[in-house]
Antibody, heavy 122, light 107 residues
Framework: EVQLVETGGGLIQPGGSLRLSCAAS????????MSWVRQAPGKGLEWVSV???????YYADSVKGRFTISRDNSKNTLYLQMNSLRAEDTAVYYC????????????????WGKGTTVTVSS | VIWMTQSPSLLSASTGDRVIISCRMS??????LAWYQQKPGKAPELLIY???TLQSGVPSRFSGSGSGTDFTLTISCLQSEDFATYYC?????????FGQGTKVEIK
């Protein structure tokens, strides 16, 4: 079964750091585009970061320089290292797999994890 | 930057109704549009990609249409499990942006 399971969320003080993990099963993380998408309380969906199958990484302006996306191919796991956290980073963080159709990668997301909640507050 | 306008933001409907949600782009995106359903406390789920291709396992009462700048998601006969929030997403331009969402509530 294709599945994503996020862990690592919690309550953290402003300025603190947190690392989210997303364990994949049923497919290979390194063969796909993998993204992090967040949703602040009562708000819509916001793309955060993506790592391509080739390893290139990209970030939303709101997190650039503070967040780092990475993966461990041996563990088939995606990560999001979050530093210098701010109150506005409070959200549910989802990892998601990008679409792949006939060998072409797309930015829509066909598999989502259940999400992990990050609360930044003193 | 591609601006997206999803409407309505709130839709009140009854079971059995035909429901139409619109997503309009500020510039043409061909058919690079996806639709998602999100229930409270749950992750989004992909319903449709490429504007009209139904994701595997999605009921046939869901359909998508449009190309260029105007797109619609239609639920032909609303079921109780369809009360949720729906998002469109353009993926024509990186990184793919989401609409503001349409909450479908019980009338």
């Amino acid at each position: 079964e294709v599945q994503l399971v996020e862990t690592g969320g919690g309550l953290i003080q402003p300025g603190g750091s947190l690392r989210l993990s997303c364990a994949a099963s049923g497919f290979t993380v390194s063969s796909n585009y993998m993204s992090w998408v967040r949703q602040a309380p009562g708000k819509g969906l916001e793309w955060v970061s993506v790592i391509y199958s080739g390893g290139s990484t990209y970030y939303a302006d709101s997190v650039k320089g503070r967040f780092t996306i990475s993966r461990d191919n041996s563990k088939n796991t995606l990560y999001l290292q979050m530093n210098s956290l701010r109150a506005e980073d409070t959200a549910v963080y989802y990892c998601a797999r990008g679409g792949l159709v006939r060998g072409h990668y797309y930015y829509y997301m066909d598999v989502w994890g259940k999400g992990t909640t990050v609360t930044v507050s003193s | 930057v591609i601006w997206m306008t999803q409407s309505p933001s709130l839709l009140s409907a009854s079971t059995g109704d035909r429901v139409i949600i619109s997503c309009r782009m500020s510039q043409g995106i061909s058919s690079y549009l996806a639709w998602y359903q999100q229930k409270p406390g749950k992750a989004p789920e992909l319903l449709i990609y490429a504007a009209s291709t139904l994701q595997s396992g999605v009921p046939s009462r869901f359909s998508g249409s449009g190309s260029g700048t105007d797109f619609t998601l239609t639920i032909s006969c609303l079921q109780s499990e369809d009360f949720a929030t729906y998002y469109c997403q353009q993926y024509y331009s990186f990184p793919g942006t989401f609409g503001q969402g349409t909450k479908v509530e019980i009338k």
